[in-house]
């Protein structure tokens, strides 16, 4: 063999000798655990619904506003008893990506390389933010819902100005809870990206 045929073979070996230790001893393979791939698709479908029944939620609070606006009580009293129902749905479904969280929060040190782990820190971050907004977001609900009950069955009158903040609050936190789960999203699409 010449000698420049046997650098090039000697180059070729180096370079893939170098690629596989790389790619298997300082990255090491690429995998992730089932149970985070399971937990990360039940909770994709709760984040999911919590946005949902939040988006939902601030519908109905415009009809009810209005119905107060219109001193139909008891309009608003009947869709009070709605977003109430709705209210446990969304605590319901915050507690189940809790527990979805924690399993894929427990699968987070067998997801190989660094870059994907570090991404799916990351979007577990975001939804445990999504859970403590959606806490703050029903218990302000609770508060607005016992406020206009209150209200409606003969006690304080005047809590225009209360209710007006509380839907504000609501709203501010409705839209919060749609960009944590939108970063959540766009997190794990960059996750998916180092698998391909």
Same mark, same amino acid.
């Given at each position: 063999?010449?000698?420049?045929?046997?650098?090039?073979?000697?180059s070729v070996i180096l370079i893939v000798l170098a690629y596989f230790l790389v790619r298997y001893v300082v990255i090491g393979p690429k995998s992730v655990p089932?149970?985070?791939v399971a937990a990360r698709t039940s909770g994709a479908?709760?984040?999911?619904d919590i946005a949902r029944l939040s988006n939902e939620s601030i519908l109905?609070?415009?009809?009810?506003?209005?119905k107060d606006a219109e001193y139909d009580f008891g309009g608003a009293m009947v869709l009070i008893s709605a977003e109430l129902l709705r209210n446990k749905e969304l605590k319901s479904k915050a507690l189940s990506l809790s527990n979805e969280l924690a399993k894929m929060a427990n699968s987070l040190s067998r997801i190989q390389p660094r870059q994907a782990r570090e991404l799916a820190a990351e979007a577990i971050g975001y939804e445990v933010a999504l859970v403590s907004r959606l806490i703050s977001y029903s218990d302000t609900?609770? $508060? +607005?819902?016992?406020l206009l009950k209150s209200k409606y069955n003969g006690g304080e009158f005047f809590v225009t100005e209360q209710v007006n903040k509380s839907i504000d $609050? +609501?709203?501010l936190t409705a839209r919060t809870i749609n960009t944590f789960n939108k970063a959540f999203e766009e997190t794990l699409r960059k996750f998916d990206e180092v698998y391909k």
């Open positions: 063999m010449k000698k420049s045929t046997k650098t090039i073979v000697w089932e149970g985070f479908a709760a984040a999911t109905k609070l415009d009809e009810i506003s209005k609900a609770e $508060e +607005l819902f016992e $609050e +609501l709203n």
